[in-house]
């Protein structure tokens, strides 16, 4: 079974590796984009600082939303278990992910063992007709929406009509919400950067904050993508930096805007892309001319790649450590069908090695 | 390899070597003369003195809340300088290549990061198996879970307590335990503001007290050599200290080690209702031999708190500087990040005060340790210039003339001649460290300790010679030489492992199925995952 191809011819793994490195030591600004495991990302960030690359997220736009919470305003947050466990009142903040709508699922499955009503009631922020996960035992949310405003406009409402203010248009069923909050110990907000504005993530965080005031609340961040949240924490330790960080001086240097490489890609400033994702075989941007190198689980070249090569999935290939959304912290994961088919840092470090003279530290 | 280290000043309290002398290193160890003298490398240390290399107790150099506090300030690490060929990703500010980096420029080749979640782990690990050159450990925090809380609360046989300590520092690879205002975690999520000493945990009934005792005993009984590190309550608040005193009292003649005490030195005189109380408790202190403590030393300007005393941080809100900050409710303490600035007014200058009266008031240097609590009283790049105030009288002085003088009032600091002995330093932060985590092979120079080797050069200013060091060795490698990193290399992360009891695993299996809906897998890791050769490294429980 063939693994590397240069172009679309096949290729020995070594030869991909050394024209994948001549290519980025040739390259004027490199840019890197990933969704891989903890070891993947560390070994990219590595070989990023050596060739000079920018490197983001393959689908960097909601983490950044997410990120910049963090980065810009800080946050109010909450473990998953302590959620599942003492959570009376669970609040959707905007459509959540498929992948977490397990978890919301449980959550209407079970009631929290540390609280002392041990029942658990549901609402959900956004505008009508948005997608609910669905909840176990038939259960239902209560809606909490100003008709087809926006998010972020909603949670205005929401937190002025918390406050005693008026608002221009009400929020729907906000006197079940009051009540339920003046009886709630411990509410939680789900949210995510996925359908979320960076202002409606603010304007939760701010109602969150007035309910502190005389009550405890938390809100539970359910990252966009756990790869990419995986990511954003081992390149905060390894750079100081979230992603979305590049080197192009020679250090590493955040800027969200700068080193978003999708913007890059799309606005000609880039001139090769090595992309990392052992689970989407195409680059989702228009072609360009640019050289691409790709690392993806494959049994044929990616169109239009310079250099091809095949990589395992973390977790099912590989054993790998992944963050979890689950336990909100890193997690090991055994290959669940183990295969020949080198990690993505395997990979990376091949190119790094054939790249430059020394190994790299990671 | 064979090394000699040539007619440096030696200062090995332990072994009681002081005074001009040859060093020999073979490989990793230190090792007597040998017989024929012939080393392979010289290195020249006439004009130096040459130390163990030092251990650090307690810093927060790594894990999930310190990793917040990155993600938090993106604009206060800003790095500088491009990557040095040989350290690749050195020059990140405030990353985990840098932290190792700077640490071994001064001379330290162990650093304890003292706050790791259980549940973060694996996190925790692998931020220090990023962190190149020097060993690290961890102390696993307990005391906020409801797994431990509910037994207490059961009156759960004490040997059952014990199988779950000894579990929770098994799996997570931690060289010792530590509590963090027991209980407050756990209040603060029924929505209970203070919590002190006596104040008892809602739906619990269980007090600090009992915790941290039920604790203590546990450490003690299970012989792990550290002794239960805590951080206790009422952290910062004027008043604390007798919130301090009452906790040196209830060690009641088990070993206990308090943690940044400066932070509880704080009395209720003045008009403005805070003053010193160091002096009271450096008496106390020094009346108590069962009782270590570590300083967190405040020193002037910017920096960022990180702890797991969730409800002290949450409280600390306002005085956030820049104003952003993260509260965490965790699974047991979870934490909160505070950037905050220390200025030279009253508050800022008592607490600095406050420290090193401290450090100059207890007798003892096996039992007082050198911290700034990295990064809450200050970054542990100000070492050297701490290293120098504890030195040299001169220093404080001049240090005191831009200071408040109204706090300076109401300190007794002016008064105290004390400066500490290059051998009271090597007891402070080599000797007494490893003695106080059970770490037999370093912390001296005798033969059969690991060659941890930290060389100064003599200089008229203390922080330029202890913050540059001429040569470091680390296991035998050289790896510092005129105060720059000169080779890469990764240290373990010394941890302990005590038996586990299967029973206990089985209990902890069914609690995690009911609670959590998870099995303990979720939260168990091979040291593969670790992804270097040989990350930990074990350290003997007593016997
Ligand atoms: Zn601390």
New binding site residues.
């Given amino acids: 079974m063939a693994v590397a191809w240069i172009g679309n011819r096949e290729a020995l793994i070594e030869h991909a590796a050394a024209h994948a490195a001549s290519l980025l030591s040739s390259s004027r600004c490199p840019v890197f984009s990933f969704d891989t495991d903890i070891d993947g990302t560390r070994a990219a960030i590595a070989l990023a600082e050596r060739a000079g690359a920018a490197y983001d997220h393959a689908d960097g736009a909601a983490l950044a939303r997410e990120t910049a919470l963090f980065t810009d305003k800080g946050a109010m947050t909450v473990a998953p278990g302590e959620t599942r466990r003492r959570a009376d009142v669970v609040v959707i903040v905007g459509e959540l992910p498929r992948i977490h709508h397990g978890l919301v699922g449980e959550l209407a499955g079970t009631v929290p063992d540390l609280s002392t009503g041990n029942q658990r009631e549901f609402f959900v922020v956004g505008p009508n007709g948005m997608s609910v996960p669905p909840l176990n035992g038939g259960r239902k949310a209560t809606q909490l929406s100003c008709g087809q405003s926006s998010l972020a406009a909603t949670l205005a409402a929401l937190r002025a009509q918390y406050k005693g203010q008026r608002t221009s248009q009400p929020v729907s069923n906000f006197n079940d919400f009051a009540k339920a909050l003046a009886a709630a110990h411990f509410p939680v907000f789900l949210f995510s950067g996925h359908a979320a504005e960076g202002l409606a993530l603010e304007m939760l965080q701010g109602l969150i904050a007035d309910l502190n005031r005389k009550s405890r609340a938390s809100g539970l961040h359910l990252p966009a993508n756990e790869n990419g949240w995986g990511s954003t924490l081992a390149s905060a330790w390894m750079t100081g930096f979230p992603l979305r960080t590049g080197f192009a001086r020679g250090f590493p240097e955040f800027d969200p805007w700068r080193c978003d490489v999708a913007r890059m890609i799309a606005a000609g400033e880039a001139d090769l892309h090595l992309r990392i994702s052992a689970t989407t075989a195409q680059p989702k941007e228009k072609k360009r001319r640019i050289a691409l190198i790709a690392l993806t689980k494959t049994q044929e070249p990616v169109a239009g790649a310079a250099v091809t090569i095949a990589i395992g999935e973390a977790g099912v290939d590989h054993d790998a450590v992944v963050y979890s959304s689950r336990t909100g912290s890193l997690r090991s994961i055994d290959a669940q069908a183990a295969s020949q088919l080198p990690s993505a840092a395997t990979i990376i470090r091949l190119i790094a090695t054939h790249a430059f003279a020394e190994a790299p530290p990671c | 390899m064979l090394t000699k280290i040539a007619s440096g000043d030696i200062i090995d309290p332990v072994n009681g070597r002081l005074g001009k002398g040859d060093l020999w290193i073979k490989d990793d160890k230190i090792v007597p003369a040998p017989a024929g003298g012939a080393a392979d490398r010289i290195i020249e240390a006439s004009g130096c003195i040459v130390m163990a290399g030092a251990i650090d107790i307690?810093?927060?150099i790594g894990g999930g809340n310190v990793n917040t506090a990155r993600l938090l300030l993106p604009e206060q690490h800003a790095a500088h300088q491009v990557r040095p060929a040989t350290t690749p990703l050195s020059n990140a500010g405030w990353s985990t290549f840098q932290t190792g980096c700077l640490y071994a420029k001064m001379g330290f080749t162990t650093v304890v990061e003292?706050?790791m979640s259980p549940g973060a782990a694996l996190h925790t690990h692998l931020e220090l198996a990023d962190i190149p050159i020097i060993d690290k450990a961890t102390l696993a925090i307990l005391g906020n879970d409801d797994f431990l809380l509910s037994m207490i609360r059961d009156d759960a046989p004490r040997t059952m307590i014990e199988d779950y300590v000894a579990w929770t520092v098994a799996s997570t690879r931690a060289l010792g335990v530590k509590v963090?205002n027991a209980g407050a975690a756990a209040a603060f999520k029924e929505n209970v503001r203070t919590f002190s000493l006596d104040d008892v945990v809602p739906s619990y009934g269980v007090s600090s007290r009992k915790i941290v005792k039920t604790l203590q005993a546990a450490v003690d009984s299970l012989g792990l050599p550290h002794p239960l590190h805590v951080?206790c309550n009422n952290l910062g608040s004027p008043g604390s200290a007798d919130t301090a005193a009452a906790t040196i009292a209830a060690a009641d003649g088990l070993p206990l080690h308090l943690?940044?005490l400066q932070f509880y030195g704080y009395g209720t005189e003045g008009k403005r209702g805070f003053s010193s109380a160091a002096a009271r408790l450096a008496e106390l202190v020094n009346a108590t031999p069962e009782v270590t403590i570590d300083i967190?030393q405040v020193m002037f300007g910017q920096t960022v708190t990180?702890?797991?005393d969730v409800m002290r941080q949450f409280s600390a809100r306002g005085s956030a500087h820049p104003k952003k900050t993260v509260i965490h409710d965790g699974d047991g303490n979870g934490g909160g990040i505070v950037p905050y600035s220390y200025g030279k007014d009253f508050y800022g200058t008592m607490q600095w005060a406050i420290g090193l009266e401290l450090f100059l008031l207890i007798d003892d240097p096996w039992r007082v340790f050198f911290?700034t609590?990295?990064p809450?009283g200050a970054p542990f790049t100000a070492y050297p210039a701490l290293f120098e105030l504890l030195m040299s009288r001169e220093a404080r002085t001049e240090m005191t003339a831009g200071l408040s003088s109204s706090a300076l009032a109401l300190s007794t600091l002016a008064a105290i001649d004390r400066e500490y002995t290059f051998e009271e330093i090597a007891i402070m932060t080599r000797a007494a460290p490893a003695k106080l985590l059970g770490l037999t092979d370093r912390g001296h120079l005798g033969a059969g300790a690991t060659a941890d080797i930290a060389i100064y050069r003599r200089d008229r200013s203390i922080a330029k010679m202890l913050g540059r060091a001429a040569y470091v060795f680390k296991d035998g490698d050289l790896v510092v030489q005129d105060g720059e990193i000169i080779h890469y290399r990764w240290g373990k992360a010394l941890r302990l492992k005590p038996p586990v009891d299967k029973a206990m695993v089985r209990r902890l299996e069914d609690y995690h199925q009911q609670r959590y809906g998870l099995s303990l897998d979720w939260f168990n890791f091979p040291d593969s995952a670790i992804a270097r050769e040989q990350p930990f490294g074990e350290v003997p429980c007593r016997t």
Avoid: K, L, Q, W
């Fill in positions: 307690h810093s927060h003292p706050a963090i951080h943690a940044h967190g990180v702890s797991s911290t609590d990295h809450n």
